[in-house]
């Protein structure tokens, strides 16, 4: 189902504008692909702000993945003004996990002239909440959401305009076109954990689900694994992480929450 190969590049660090998801902060933060816990040590501190990127906290280090866990065919796609948090989670199933689908009528467009956010889904188990993301946040009109659970980890979803990476993918972009799971992680991972992914990428698997492919990542350390699709004009990264207690004991529901979503 995909294609597993170890990746230790050595790009960058890659910084744009407003939209860093990487901040460094003793205040309990993560990176922007960072929640609560990922890593442990001094790199765990990064500030609220970095998590803000990539899940309004941190993900990355131990420090670096804290963020509050409290209260826990693009036409067709009709986008109303409705903001903050809209309930899209289903029913629990026969083993207790739900089904996340993004409701057509939030709102976010993620700016002036973009067309609204095509749909997507994961899975996750039933103790998991959402979380309130601000457009206060650093980077926050790039995170669309964040979900979190005290027993588990942490998880978010970043939607990128793919300008990016390229300025000839026009508005029906696909991942493939950005570039090969190497380019990828090189220029978006050192945002989600703050640092260069060199020496850091376990395993890369490239999966295709209704004709639309994905790239997943696993990135040691810290802990984080990471879905990566394009669709429309924008780049969907879907990040999941946990702090080593977590990663230990609850590895392989990660593992099926990271690979379980999907742009609809």
Not at 61 to 87: D, H, T
Not at 187 to 211: C, M, R, W, Y
Request: charged share 20%.
């Amino acid at each position: 189902m995909g294609t597993s190969l170890f990746s230790s590049c050595s790009f960058p660090r890659i910084y744009h504008h407003h939209q860093i998801l990487a901040y460094s902060s003793t205040e309990s933060g993560i990176c922007r692909a960072k929640s609560t816990g990922l890593v442990e040590g001094e790199n765990e501190k990064f500030s609220e702000r970095r998590w803000v990127l990539v899940s309004g906290i941190s993900l990355v280090s131990s420090a670096v993945l804290r963020f509050p866990i409290e209260g826990l065919a693009m036409a067709a796609v009709k986008q109303g003004p409705l903001a903050g948090r809209i309930p899209g989670l289903s029913e629990p199933d026969e083993q207790g996990w739900r089904t996340y689908r993004r409701p057509d009528e939030k709102s976010g467009g993620h700016g002036v002239g973009w067309s609204p956010i095509i749909p997507y889904s994961f899975k996750l188990p039933q103790d998991w909440e959402e979380v309130p993301v601000s457009i206060a946040d650093l980077g926050g009109t790039e995170i669309d959401l964040r979900f979190a659970s005290a027993k588990e980890g942490r998880l978010f979803v970043i939607v990128a305009p793919v300008l990016r990476f390229a300025d000839n993918l026009g508005d029906n972009a696909t991942i493939e076109r950005i570039g090969p799971p190497e380019k990828v992680i090189n220029a978006f991972g050192p945002e989600v954990i703050g640092e260069n992914v060199e020496g850091k990428v376990l395993s890369t698997d490239v999966t295709q689900h209704s004709g639309r492919m994905y790239y997943q990542f696993e990135l040691e350390p810290p802990h984080v694994l990471i879905t990566a699709t394009a669709a429309g004009n924008r780049l969907y990264l879907f990040a999941v992480t946990g702090n080593g207690l977590q990663w230990k004991r609850h590895y392989k529901d990660l593992k099926k929450i990271a690979e379980s979503f999907r742009v609809v």
